[in-house]
C-alpha cells in the first residue's frame, strides 16, 4: 500500500471534501504519478494523481537537508520566544506555576511556519488573539457540531452539509477565507520581489516559486496545507513528548543534562551542527514520534480492483493505516514495544531504526512515494523546541493523578489540555 502499490490505494472523496474544504487540493490531496497505475481511472482521478506528481517534485526542494538546515535558527529563535514568554507568564498570572503548555506550542509552531514557510512572523505568541490564530483554533479543535457533521458527511452528500444554516458552517468558511486571503497576500509580496529580482528569504513560498511550477491558487493550496500540517502535527508532538518525560523524570533529567553539555545557555546561537549533536535529543523525539505519531489513523480509498498479500480487494474499499497500531507492535518492536524508551535509540547500529526488525515499523511519516514531504523540517522543528523547553525548565504534572484522554480530530491532541508545573533552572 504504501510503496509498491501505493497508486492503488487513494485518499478518501469524504476526506478530499471535507478537509480539502478549507485547505483545497494541495499536495496533501493531490495523487500519485498517474503513469504507475496499470488500470483505467477516472478523469478526475487522473487529475490530482499528475497533479501530486507535480506538486511534490516542485517543492522537494523546499524539504532536502540542504534547505532545512537553514532554517534551524528560524526554529531555534521562536523556541527562545516560547520559552521566554512562559516565563513572562510565570511572574505574573500562573498560580503555582502551572501552565498549559498545548496553547502555547501551538502558537509556536503556527509562528515557525508563518516564518518558514512565509517568510512571514504570525506574532502569535506575543498576542494569542490574532486573526489567523483564531481562525486556526476554530477549524482544527474539534466540537460537538464539528463531530456530528463528520459522521453526516457519511450519508448525506457533502454539498447539502456545507449548505447547512449552522454555526460550524459559518466558522469553517470565515476561517477558510481569512488564511487563504493571508496566504494570498504573502504570496503576492513575494512575487513583487522576484519581479524586481529582489533576494527571497529562505521559505518554503521563495523555493516554490522559484521553480515556477504553481499557478498562484494552488500555492495558495499549498500554503494552507503547510500552515495546517506544518504546526498542528508538531504541537501534538512536543505536547505529548512533555507528557512522556513527566511519567518518566529519569529521562527529562537525562536529556537536560545532555542539553546543558552541548548548550551553555538559552540565549546561544543554534545551528544544525549544534543541535543535530545532541544524540539523546533525536533518541527522545523519535521515541515520541513513535509512541504517539501526531496521527494516530490515515485512510485510502481503493482506486480499482487490487490485492493486498494476495488479497483480492475490490474497487471502493476503506482502508485503514493505523501508525498507533504499527509503532507499538510488539513482532516488530520487541516486548517493551509499549514503553517509552530513548534508550533503543541509542544502541550502536539503532540510530535510524530503533531496533526495530523492518523498515515499516515505524509509520509516524508513511513511507514511499506519499510519505510525508516535511519528515526533515518537522524532526528538527521538533529537537528545536523540545531543547529550549527542557534545557530551561524542570516540569512535573500540576495532578499526578489526572487521566489523560485523547480527543477526537485530525490529529491526537489531549482533551483537557496538558497542565504541567513549572521549574525554571537557574543559569541557564
Known amino acids: ?16 471534501e471535507g478537509i480539502g474544504q478549507v485547505l483545497g487540493i494541495g499536495i496533501l490531496f493531490a495523487e500519485g504519478d498517474e503513469h504507475k497505475v496499470s488500470l483505467p481511472r477516472s478523469k478526475h482521478e487522473s487529475i490530482l494523481t499528475a497533479l501530486g506528481q507535480a506538486q511534490r517534485k516542485s517543492l522537494m526542494p523546499a524539504f532536502n537537508f540542504r534547505h532545512v538546515k537553514e532554517l534551524y535558527p528560524i526554529f531555534w529563535a ?3 520566544e516560547m520559552v521566554t514568554c512562559i516565563e513572562e507568564q510565570l511572574k505574573q498570572d500562573a498560580p503555582e506555576n502551572v501552565v498549559e503548555i498545548g496553547g502555547w506550542i501551538s502558537r ?32 482544527f479543535q474539534p466540537s460537538n457540531a464539528a463531530q456530528i457533521l463528520g459522521l453526516l458527511q457519511f450519508f448525506i452528500p457533502m454539498p447539502i ?10 466558522d469553517i468558511m470565515a476561517a477558510s477565507k481569512v488564511a487563504r486571503e493571508t496566504a494570498r497576500r504573502l504570496i503576492q509580496a513575494k512575487k513583487d520581489k522576484l519581479d524586481k529580482k529582489e533576494a527571497l528569504s529562505p521559505d518554503i513560498i521563495s523555493v516554490a516559486l522559484e521553480s515556477g511550477g504553481f499557478a498562484d491558487e494552488k500555492l495558495v493550496d499549498n500554503m494552507m496545507t503547510f500552515m495546517a500540517a506544518g504546526h498542528e502535527t508538531t504541537a ?25 553539555a552541548n548548550i551553555s545557555s538559552l540565549s546561544d546561537s543554534i545551528d544544525h551542527v549544534k543541535l543535530d549533536g545532541i544524540a539523546y535529543l533525536h533518541a527522545v523525539c523519535n521515541e515520541t514520534l513513535r509512541i504517539y505519531a501526531p496521527v494516530p489513523i490515515t485512510l485510502r480509498d481503493t482506486a480499482h480492483d487490487t490485492t493486498i498479500l494476495g488479497q483480492f480487494v475490490p474497487k471502493t474499499t476503506k482502508v485503514i493505516i493505523a501508525p498507533w497500531a504499527i509503532n507499538l507492535n510488539k513482532q516488530l518492536w520487541g516486548e517493551d514495544a509499549e514503553e517509552f524508551n530513548p534508550d533503543r535509540w541509542m544502541v550502536p547500529g539503532q540510530a535510524n531504526s530503533g531496533g526495530a526488525v523492518s523498515n515499516y515499523a ?4 508513511l ?34 493523578d489526572e487521566k489523560i484522554e485523547v480527543k477526537g480530530g485530525i490529529t491526537a491532541r489531549p482533551r483537557n ?11 541557564w
Open 1 to 16: 500500500m504504501l510503496t509498491t502499490n501505493s497508486y492503488d490505494f487513494v485518499k478518501p472523496r469524504l476526506l478530499r
Open 78 to 80: 521562536k523556541s527562545q
Open 108 to 139: 509556536a509552531t503556527l509562528d515557525i511556519i508563518g516564518l518558514a514557510g512565509m517568510g512571514q512572523d504570525f506574532n502569535s505568541l506575543k498576542d494569542p488573539d490574532t486573526e489567523l490564530n483564531r481562525v486556526y483554533r476554530s477549524i
Open 161 to 170: 452539509l456545507r449548505a447547512l444554516p449552522i454555526q460550524r458552517n459559518n
Open 236 to 260: 501534538s508532538s512536543f505536547t505529548w513528548a512533555i507528557y512522556l518525560m513527566c511519567q518518566k523524570p529519569e529521562v527529562q533529567r537525562k536529556l537536560r543534562e545532555a542539553i546543558h
Open 362 to 365: 515505524f509509520l509516524t511519516f
Open 367 to 400: 513511507h514511499g512515494p506519499r510519505s510525508c514531504i516535511g519528515q526533515r523540517f518537522a524532526v528538527a522543528e521538533l529537537a528545536c523546541l523540545v531543547a529550549a523547553f527542557v534545557g530551561k525548565y524542570e516540569f512535573e504534572m500540576a495532578d499526578p
Open 417 to 427: 489540555g496538558m497542565h504541567i508545573k513549572l521549574k525554571a533552572v537557574e543559569g
